[in-house]
């Protein structure tokens, strides 16, 4: 089977929804975030705040292009859409699935946005970073499932049925 590679905003809930995911489908699951803590020894905010978010990028887009997985749902960090090479290597044999969620919605979902790993140009807004990275979401996605006011197991539901009718 093709992997699976979710993409979205911090706080769409693609590690939890990919680890449903997997299960459902008897399919291996990876988190692209994990991956860089476990390669770097250090947490992703510690990468951002010490290193700074272009060297956060680079250290993503390494890692990504270093994966070779089969039969796998990959949770990605929601800046993966900031680099072409590592979508294009992620969307290659695989089924891309665009987690969308309000604006509101993550601000709900996000209580720990200074410690999260999340990567913004200094001086962005939330706002800013969400209509920067949307139409990337956008350009990316083989689906687009809309996951705001839902529970995990809709999700699951909805991307199973996306995959099985488009894939």
């Known amino acids: 089977m093709k992997n699976?590679?979710?993409i979205g905003l911090p706080g769409a809930g693609k590690s939890t929804i990919g680890v449903i995911l997997a299960k459902t489908l008897g399919m291996n699951f990876v988190d692209t975030d994990i991956i860089i803590q476990e390669k770097t020894g250090r947490f992703l905010q510690a990468i951002i705040d010490e290193d700074g978010p272009a060297r956060f990028l680079e250290i993503e887009e390494q890692n990504i292009l270093g994966l070779k997985v089969t039969n796998t749902v990959?949770?990605?960090g929601?800046?993966?859409v900031y680099?072409?090479?590592a979508m294009n290597h992620l969307g290659?044999?695989?089924f891309v699935a665009y987690l969308k969620i309000s604006?509101?919605?993550m601000r709900k979902r996000l209580k720990n946005i200074k410690t999260r790993g999340?990567?913004?140009?200094p001086g962005q807004s939330l706002h800013d970073m969400v209509d920067q990275?949307?139409?990337l979401y956008e350009k990316y996605a083989d689906v687009t499932i809309d996951c705001t006011d839902e529970d995990f197991e809709s999700v699951v539901e909805k991307v199973v049925e996306k995959i099985q009718k488009e894939g």
Request: hydrophobic content about 50%; overall charge negative; proline content about 4%.
């Open 118 to 121: 999340v990567v913004m140009i």
């Open 133 to 135: 990275r949307t139409p």
């Open 74 to 76: 990959i949770a990605t």
């Open 78 to 80: 929601g800046s993966v």
């Open 83 to 85: 680099s072409d090479a």
């Open 4 to 6: 699976i590679v979710l």
């Open 103 to 105: 604006f509101e919605e």
């Open 92 to 94: 290659s044999g695989s």
